[in-house]
Structure formats: C-alpha cells, structure tokens
C-alpha cells in the first residue's frame, strides 16, 4: 500500500521509542522508504542502529554531519519527504515546535518541511494536561499539524491514563489511509470476497485442509472497501486480522462458505472468489474420534459444490472473478476456468512460484478475462496487487461500456 511513499520518522526522546522502532519496521514492511531523524534524548533510549537495520537507510542525528556535501541533510529530508511522523514526540518538541524554535535535526527539518506533518505525543499523563502542552497543541493544531492522540493505558512512570504513544499498527493503519486513493469508484457497489482456506471434518478432531492464509483474500476485501464498495468478506479459518472496514463473515466448510455466498449473492454488485475451497470433503463425518486399526485406512471423498462455477451459472448482473492455484501451465488453466465457470476474469497464480501463492506476503498473477484480456503483474505485495488489480478491471469494465 505504502510502495514508492517517502516517509521522514522524527525519533524524539520518550521511553516509547521502543515502539517507533517496531513503527519504522511497519512502514518498511508495507513497502515505505523511511528515514530516521533521532534528538539526542532519543539515542538515550535506542541506538540508531536499531533504526537504520529497519529502515535500511542512513539515520540522521547532527544537524552538522552532512553525509553528502552536495546537499543541505535538513532540507533536503525536509523536501524529500511526503510525509512526516514525529514518533514519539516530547512535551520538548510540541514546546519547540509550536514556538519556531530549530535548534536540532528533528526542529531544523520540521520547519523546513511543506510536506504533511503528524505528531503522535507520548508522555505521563499530567504533562499531557498540563497548561503549557494544551496551549501548545491548540497552536500546532492551528497551525495546521495533524496529531495522533496518545491512548490510555498503563505509562511507563507508574501512572495509568492517556499518554501512552498509539500502537504502531494503528499508526501504519492511519498511514495507509492518508495515501489511500481518493477516488471511490466502487461507491455503492456491493464486494464479496471469499478468502482462506476450507475444513472438511473427518471427525472431531481431524480435517481436510489446505496451506491459503488469507493473505490475498484479506487483501482484495480491504483493496474494495478502501475503493468505496460495502465489501463483505466470507473468510474460513485463519489467524489474520480482518479489515477494520469490512464486514467478516466466518465459515468453516466449503458447504458453509457456499451458503454464505448465496445468502448475499442477489445483491452483490461483484463477488471474488480468493479462496481456496476443498473440492472433496469425506462422504462420513464420524461423530467420535476414529480409532487406529491395523493395516492402512482409507477415507472416501464426495464432491463440494464449485461455488464459483455455481454462481457462473446463476449470475444476471453480478461481475465474477475467480482465482486460479496452478502449478504448471497457469495461463492455459486459467483460461479453460474462465470458460468453464462462466467468470468474468481469474486471476492465476503459479503456487510453485518463489513469492508467490500460499501463505507468502508478496504475489505474480497474470489476469485472464473476456475479451481475450491477458495481463501480467510481476511481484508485489499482496495489499499493493489487490488495489492493482481492481483498479486494472474497473478500467476494462469502464473502457468496455463505452
Ligand atoms: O490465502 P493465501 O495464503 O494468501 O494464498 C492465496 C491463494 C494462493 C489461495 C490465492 O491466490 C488463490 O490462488 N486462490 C484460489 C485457490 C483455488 O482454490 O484455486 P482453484 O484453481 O482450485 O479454484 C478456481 C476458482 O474456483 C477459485 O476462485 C476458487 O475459489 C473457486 N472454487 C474452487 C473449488 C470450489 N469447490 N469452489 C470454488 O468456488
């Protein structure tokens, strides 16, 4: 979500700089280029070290140490970055900045820069009341700073209350909102995404499975709730974290998954098929645990129902993308999906592919639609794919009715 984005991390001097360690390495993860800017408080707490392992850049300290004589450091960081985040940021650094005061690499940068500045406060709790701090807020609030407000909860010097800096994935969260796009072209249309894997029970303690996280899935639906869809993702079982702006909906069979689809299908304006459904479930479910016999054992199987190939068959308005698991031949498999279940696009995927499939963060796919529409993307992360992805089928889907 975050690729190509430049952000400035201003490190001030709290005990929370724990936390903006684990922040910088968020934001990497999600694909930011980061730099570090640390006061000397901070470097009380954390070396930078710490900070350049997960930012993989150079980290800033002295207003003086120019690392490239071609360029002012503090300006030029000032003018690289699309954002700023002072993480955590002191009373000291609120007081300062509030009052034009540059007198360090993290203030000389703050006044320099024209890019959007976020202050996230950590501190105890009767700092954060205090008089001084408020006035101080109010002002940046003025003029034109953006705050994260701390949370509640234990703080470091004994107190309990609101002081606490916010946790890291909250802030990655906010982010990945600033930078999402604008433009809402899913607004009023109805997403279902299915996502994860199935389990189909052999007894109450066995079940058929497969190695899908969620991951794409998880993806896609947080891809069309941040385009403007009402998404609704039905997801088997997983240890992820939905969306927050997705309404989830847990299944666990294929059976399951199946009936929860068609429970929303009729109003569904698109549905996406991610998940990675059993095709056979056992013919019995034993109703006690299976005990060991001698020799070998064997389980008969029955077909699940294809509920994309279901839908194919049922669909008047709906727009139908499926995905395709292949291990060789991937485009040509895709392509008899696509006739065969009646979808509108499938994206394939090479599981055998190094970064791609099931349970990585990264993923290729190539997309295969009407129209003879054959598309590759190389690797990405999933977030990033899925919002490329939507955005490349909304165009053809554009381009096609005019
Ligand atoms: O969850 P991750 O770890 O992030 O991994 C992502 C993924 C590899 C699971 C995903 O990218 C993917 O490829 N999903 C499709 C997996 C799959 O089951 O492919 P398939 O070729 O078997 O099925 C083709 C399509 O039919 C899929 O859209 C599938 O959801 C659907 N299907 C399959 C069987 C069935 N009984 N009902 C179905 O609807």
């Known amino acids: 979500m975050l690729t190509s984005k430049k952000i400035v991390v201003c490190v001030t001097g709290g005990i929370a700089v724990y936390k903006a360690v684990a922040l910088v ?8 280029n980061v730099k570090v800017i640390m006061t000397k408080s901070a470097m009380e707490f954390v070396q930078p070290l710490s900070f350049q392992a997960m930012s993989r850049n150079d980290v800033f300290f002295d207003t003086f140490d120019e690392k490239d004589s071609s360029v002012i450091a503090h300006i030029n960081l000032a003018d690289w970055a699309d954002l700023v985040l002072v993480a955590p940021a002191t009373a000291n650094v609120i007081g300062k900045l509030a009052h034009g005061i540059a007198d360090d690499m993290v203030t000389t940068t703050l006044l320099a820069t024209t ?21 101080n807020i109010a002002q940046l609030d003025k003029d034109g700073y953006s705050f994260i407000e701390p949370s509640e909860g234990f703080l470091a010097c004994g107190y309990v209350g609101k002081g606490r800096l916010e946790e890291p994935e909250k802030i990655v969260q906010l982010v990945e909102d600033y930078f ?3 433009e809402l072209p899913l607004k009023g249309q109805k997403v279902v995404v299915t996502a994860g894997p199935t389990r189909e029970r052999i007894d109450p303690v066995r079940f058929l499975t497969n190695f899908s996280s969620g991951k794409m899935g998880y ?43 068609l429970e929303q299908f009729d109003t569904a304006n698109i549905v996406i098929k991610t998940a990675a459904v059993a095709d056979y479930r056992p013919k019995d479910v034993h109703a006690q645990k299976m005990k060991k016999q001698p020799g070998d054992a064997s389980i008969a199987l029955e077909r699940t129902t294809d509920i994309l190939a279901d839908l194919g068959s049922k669909k008047t308005h709906q727009l139908l993308i499926g995905f395709a698991a292949e291990t060789n031949d991937v ?16 994206i394939a995927n090479d599981v055998t592919e190094a970064g791609s499939g099931f349970g990585t963060d ?3 796919v190539t997309l295969v639609g009407k129209n003879n529409v054959e598309k ?26 005019k």
């Open 180 to 182: 999402s796009p604008k």
């Open 115 to 135: 890019a959007k500045v976020w202050i996230a406060p950590a501190m105890n709790v009767h700092m954060y009341e205090n008089a001084a701090v408020k006035r």
């Open 362 to 364: 990264t993923n290729a």
């Open 25 to 32: 390495s968020k934001l990497t993860q999600a694909g930011a």
């Open 376 to 401: 590759h993307f190389p690797h990405l992360s999933k977030k990033e794919l899925a919002i490329q992805l939507l955005q490349t089928i909304i165009k053809l889907e554009t381009d096609d009715k």
């Open 219 to 261: 993806a896609m639906a947080s891809a069309a709730a941040s385009l403007g869809a009402e998404t609704i993702l039905i997801s088997g079982p997983v240890s992820i974290e939905a969306p927050s702006n997705v309404k989830l909906v847990s299944v666990e069979s294929a059976q399951e998954m199946y009936e929860a689809v």
């Open 331 to 346: 485009v040509h498999y895709a392509k008899g999906k696509l006739a065969k279940k009646n979808a509108d696009y499938i």
